[in-house]
């Protein structure tokens, strides 16, 4: 049964991830060794095969994403579907108050928790699941990568690696500028590179 490819990488280490601030839907300004990290990411990927590419819209990864396509010239497709979670009015503020709000929340499972203005790792998986649905008809025996963000790495491994989403929820913080590659078939999901995140032991 033919395969699809897929990397998928988070975007290298920004600024407010060193500040401690919650980024969401901000663009986000990449570090010294932010940059220096999706350098060395852009380099490893210098071989590998990519037919296309799906990145955020957001700054930090449309930074990493340019520095990748210094080695290629696959066709890019920039979506607000693989925005990081939208953290609603804790957007710009220290991500220790948001964590403090949702320890205090505890009536409410990690993953059906809503921000004011915000969204949960429920409705973040639904609008990814809405692009990467799309994918495997459309780029069978092709190689395919995503450029992304933490909250949208635990979306995916809950879609292609069968993770219910309240595990994938509380994956630790998938490592900036990592990489996961898995390859993707009808029958099963295979993971071939891991660089990005601790997976559940289950798989």
């Known amino acids: 049964m033919p395969n699809m490819r897929l ?16 980024q969401g839907h901000i663009h986000g300004h990449l570090s010294k060794a ?10 490893e990927l210098s071989g590998e095969k990519i037919d296309a590419v799906f990145s ?17 010239s696959s066709p890019v497709h920039y979506t607000r579907a693989l925005r990081e979670r939208s953290y609603g009015v804790y957007e ?6 948001f964590r403090e709000d949702a320890m205090a929340a505890s009536d409410t499972p990690y993953h059906k928790l809503k921000p004011k203005g915000g969204e949960s790792y429920v409705d973040v998986k639904r ?4 692009l990467t649905s799309r994918l495997p008809k459309r780029y069978s025996d092709k190689s395919v990568l995503l450029v992304t963000h933490g909250g949208v790495v635990r979306c995916l491994v809950s879609i292609y690696l ?3 989403l309240i595990r994938a929820s509380q994956i630790p913080t998938p ?27 289950s798989t």
């Open 56 to 72: 955020s819209d957001l700054g930090r990864c449309i930074d990493t994403t340019h520095a990748i396509l210094r080695f290629h």
């Open 162 to 164: 069968e993770i219910p």
């Open 127 to 130: 609008r990814v699941s809405r």
């Open 34 to 43: 932010g940059i220096a990290q999706v350098k060395k990411l852009a380099k």
């Open 92 to 97: 710009g503020g220290p991500h220790t108050k």
């Open 7 to 22: 990397i998928i990488v988070r975007h290298g280490e920004t600024e407010e991830n060193v500040s401690g601030i919650t």
């Open 175 to 201: 490592k900036n500028a990592g990489m996961l590659v898995l390859d993707v078939s009808g029958v099963r999901t295979r993971v071939v590179k891991n660089t990005l995140v601790n997976l559940p032991r």
